[in-house]
């Protein structure tokens, strides 16, 4: 947590959001049991899956924004199915019991054909202050595909609440 308080967040088993928090009491059997964290509502997301990657970073441009792989569900010709992991943003409440907002932060290829998988997000800056996602990117549909790094810059997104990679590089 950014505030160096002794708990953590992380993607559990079942691909879900939790957080552990170190000084809880534990249970009766003497352990400390995770917590999952809610979406609340219909907020966008909430019905995908967390792929193990979790960022937090402590810029306050982001307003305490995380960063996760997410497979968001879909559906087509009345199928259900997960897509590809995805960058998103997801915003929690002041006492991160609940996920309250969420959106993509990367911007799909052009057409988005569906095989790009996204992982491992990460904020820093360049030498000018300007906010930088990292994140690694591969295609699905060549199998001699290799994991690119792939660096953008990102800035808030006023008529969203939340955050947009600004162009594609």
């Not at 964290?37 to 219909?42: A, H, V």
């Not at 997301?45 to 879909?74: E, Q």
Request: charged share 30%; glycine share 10%; proline share 8%.
């Amino acid at each position: 947590f950014p505030d160096r308080s002794a708990r953590i967040l992380f993607v559990d088993s079942r691909s879900r959001l939790a957080r552990l928090e170190f000084e809880a009491r534990p249970d009766r059997r003497g352990e400390l049991r995770p917590k999952t964290l809610r979406w609340r509502g219909e907020v966008a997301g909430s019905d995908g899956m967390l792929g193990g990657d979790v960022s937090w970073p402590s810029d306050p441009r982001l307003n305490g924004r995380i960063l996760a792989s997410v497979s968001p569900r879909s559906t087509r010709g009345g199928v259900v199915r997960l897509e590809r992991e995805q960058i998103w943003w997801l915003q929690l409440d002041p006492e991160c019991t609940e996920v309250v907002a969420a959106g993509r932060l990367t911007r799909p290829g052009v057409p988005d054909d569906g095989l790009a998988t996204e992982r491992c997000p990460v904020i820093g800056t360049d030498a000018g202050g300007r906010l930088l996602l990292a994140y690694l990117e591969r295609r699905t549909d060549d199998p001699k595909s290799h994991w690119r790094l792939k660096v953008v810059p990102v800035a808030s997104a006023p008529e969203s609440g939340g955050l947009s990679v600004l162009a594609s590089e």
